[in-house]
């Protein structure tokens, strides 16, 4: 629990808000969105942005050949993992240069417009406003395109982060504590103070935009269904200024896309930094249960599964903990402190691999976690950690690369893990999003190219689920 003067009961605030006739809106909605017309392309800057969605393509580069075929898709929607929360500034800033260029010109070959969504996290972690700004620019010096404003929406209900009069709240139990005093904002790369967003983005933007300029979309306005108002005050956004969105609940995204479209209908361009709600409102995803064992595991072994924790905010180490009272399951710690001496740590390498192997072709799952505490370099050592946990992600990812074995699922917890799990050690050029295993938990299913076709690979947010949920996800599938 974290103590806040600020903290405001959940139950109490979300019960205050008035009620909304949901049918109604996403009648509008599928009203508004049949004839929009334009690809929508998500820039997922880890993996985890698939959590709303499902029968959604995931593309593991920006190759011109990749973005291609996500435009000549029946979907209205493909994803583009950038996965550039682990990449430096200027590693971030030369992805996006390409991967702007490379959409404007198939956009230009097959004759499509397109919305741009920049999806980060829901606690306001990563490359922002680099990412936006950059994709902006290029865009606008390749095309005729000129974006009037950008949206920053990063309600994620299912991870229990809810923006309200303009504050962006993260629930903890029955708490709601603004972003700014938890432990996201404290993040050594991309910490942050300000929990109104107006002020964030002053803050992130060093000025250049600010909280008076900022225009928000209220609860109120959402709610008395004034897509009029709302529009009208899209309309009146320039000189790519910040749109505030409230929400708690999908109701509030599904009227401010109504608005949204219409404005955009009339003309103005917008850019769009939100977390994962906003995706399977726009690209008119329906909803679906979660998966089921049977849906996931179409290919019996009879080898043990594979569990890779790499992630170290405080609800990962929780959820281990939590795992761990499962006696079934081997645990192997990976001492990833060892990157600081090369030998050492090609031979901790080596034996977590080997063990990890040996267990698995027993029928055993295995899960392998790295040492708990953050390797801390000191004050302005940023880039350098960086660049470590560069180093200590590979040698995660080498275990799956040099597995011999399949195992009969893969998990992978935090969003760098993840995403190098699946581009480098399971090699997937395209996957299909087959849903969530449990809320705000995508699962992916590899393609053909990939090393172990058609494996159910769990991707498994760092700071997502109750203490339990791991356990329970595991447990579903292991038994």
Not at 67 to 85: A, V
Not at 338 to 346: G, W
């Amino acid at each position: 629990m974290i103590n806040s003067k600020e903290a405001r009961n959940a139950q109490e605030v979300l019960a205050s808000i008035p009620s909304v006739d949901t049918k109604l809106v996403q009648q509008m909605l599928k009203d508004e969105l049949r004839d929009l017309n334009k690809k929508i392309i998500v820039l997922d800057d880890d993996p985890t942005g698939v959590q709303t969605v499902h029968g959604i393509s995931v593309y593991t580069d920006w190759s011109l050949e990749s973005i291609e075929m996500g435009f000549k898709e029946d979907n209205t929607m493909f994803f583009l993992l950038t996965n550039s929360r682990g990449f430096t500034a200027a590693e971030t800033e030369q992805a996006h240069i390409e991967i702007a260029e490379n959409i404007v010109k198939v956009a230009n070959k097959v004759n499509k417009d397109f919305i741009v969504i920049s999806r980060g996290d829901s606690t306001l972690r990563g490359h922002y406003p680099l990412e936006t700004e950059v994709l902006k620019n290029t865009v606008e010096q390749n095309s005729n395109v000129q974006y009037d404003g950008e949206v920053i929406l990063p309600f994620f209900k299912e991870g229990g982060r809810f923006t309200i009069d303009n504050i962006h709240y993260v629930q903890y139990d029955e708490q709601l504590i603004p972003a700014g005093e938890t432990e996201f904002a404290k993040d050594r790369t991309f910490g942050y103070k300000k929990s109104h967003l107006g002020e964030w983005v002053e803050e992130k933007t060093e000025g250049k935009y600010t909280a008076e300029n900022t225009t928000y979309i209220s609860l109120t306005s959402l709610r008395e269904l004034n897509v009029e108002g709302i529009t009208n005050q899209l309309l009146q956004v320039k000189n790519f200024d910040k749109v505030v969105v409230n929400a708690v609940d999908y109701v509030d995204v599904e009227i401010f896309v109504i608005a949204l479209v219409k404005a955009m209908k009339a003309g103005k361009q917008f850019m769009f930094r939100s977390a994962a709600a906003l995706t399977k409102v726009i690209g008119g995803v329906s909803d679906k249960s979660l998966l089921t064992r049977e849906e996931l595991i179409k290919e019996e072994t009879n080898h043990g599964g594979l569990i890779l924790v790499g992630s170290h905010v405080k609800k990962t180490t929780e959820q281990l903990e939590v795992l761990k009272t499962n006696e079934s399951i081997e645990f192997i710690e990976f001492d990833c402190h060892l990157v600081l001496e090369a030998n050492k740590f090609q031979q901790e390498i080596d034996r977590v691999i080997e063990t990890t192997e040996s267990l698995i072709k027993e029928g055993k799952t295995v899960t392998v976690y790295t040492r708990r505490e953050r390797l801390d370099l000191g004050e302005g050592k940023k880039e350098e950690e960086l660049k470590l946990s560069v180093q200590i992600s590979d040698a995660v990812t080498s275990i799956v690369q040099r597995l011999s074995i399949r195992p009969n699922f893969i998990i992978a917890k935090g969003g760098i893990t993840s995403s190098d799990i699946g581009t480098r050690g399971l090699e997937v050029k395209r996957a299909t999003v087959a849903g969530q295993i449990k809320p705000g938990i995508p699962v992916w299913l590899t393609g053909e190219e990939s090393k172990f076709p058609g494996i159910a690979y769990v991707i498994f947010p760092g700071n997502v689920g109750a203490v339990t949920t791991l356990k329970e996800t595991v447990d579903m599938l292991n038994r």
